[in-house]
């Protein structure tokens, strides 16, 4: 199960992952909210997940290709030891953009300022 | 999803599992071979680390062994004995040439969507043995915590 919060402030997008990110509908789902946005900075908030497999982790290599193509910066914030042992294990982190806990802590600056958009999706 | 049989002498417990080669089934699968596992894990982390290297076996299994084809059966089988849990994963495909595909995991920083998974489970089990030209697979993870089956 994946449950995706987006919380959107100007250029800035953060999609609040919790739970897993793997093949099938959890995946598919997480691509297609990432492929929705069009803010120049995304960002993935991995803090709360638990586990992902190769075809997610291949996901966040696909949305870091497809973001550096679209003139977007992707980062992942907040991504748990887990998720940071996963990309390690999988030699991705050369190659994807893992920012440090405090990066992910940008909207807390912005807490003064309605968010734009705030849903959530599961799947 | 079917359990074909259970023996649940001590120490060692074991069960069997058949089910279609196709992913919806995959995910029940997944669902059952966890229920029967996690107990036995000693942490989270070892949970997730079993959960995530079954995943990729089995993603393999439907994906490669049976082409999504739920026509097709996937076996498994899990043991669990007081010092390791052992999985063993067989479909009815053609297998693979497993040496290429260590060598292409073991290359650098892999910047396309696929061929991580043989690396993730080698790298979170501590036997991995490919059997029939790699259509079988045995997974085998030392318990962190010896404790008596239940």
């Known amino acids: 199960m994946l449950k995706v919060d987006i919380h959107a402030v100007l250029h800035t997008v953060t999609l609040h992952c919790s739970g897993r990110i793997v093949l099938g509908m959890e995946a598919e789902m997480l691509r297609c909210m990432a492929e929705a946005r069009n803010e120049a900075y995304l960002m993935l908030d991995l803090s709360e997940i638990r586990a992902m497999d190769a075809a997610g982790l291949g996901l966040l290599v696909e949305l870091h290709c497809r973001a550096l193509c679209r003139d977007q910066v992707l980062t992942i914030v907040k991504a748990s030891r887990r998720v940071r042992r996963l990309i390690a294990l999988a030699n991705l982190h050369s190659v994807l953009d893992v920012a440090e806990a405090g990066v992910g802590d940008l909207e807390d600056g912005d807490e003064a300022r309605p968010p734009l958009v705030r849903h959530s999706l599961s799947a | ?150």
């Open chain 2, 1 to 150: 999803m079917q359990e074909t049989s259970q023996v649940a002498t001590q120490p060692r417990i074991s069960r069997e599992f058949t089910f279609p080669g196709d992913l919806e089934s995959m995910v029940a699968a997944r669902q059952a071979l966890m229920s029967f596992i996690a107990p036995y894990c000693s942490s989270e982390i070892e949970e997730i680390d079993i959960f995530v290297a079954l995943q990729e076996a089995l993603a393999n299994a439907v994906l490669h062994g049976c082409q999504n084809d739920s026509s097709k059966t996937i076996y498994c089988s899990v043991e669990i004995d007081p010092g390791a849990f052992t999985i063993i994963i067989r479909d009815p495909g053609p297998g693979f040439d497993v040496d290429a595909a260590m060598q292409s995991t073991e290359a650098g920083a892999n910047t396309t969507t696929h061929g991580r998974g043989i690396r993730l489970i080698r790298s979170l089990m501590d036997e991995v043995a490919y059997r029939n030209g790699g259509s079988e697979v045995q997974l085998r993870k030392s318990r962190a915590a010896a404790s008596s089956v239940a």
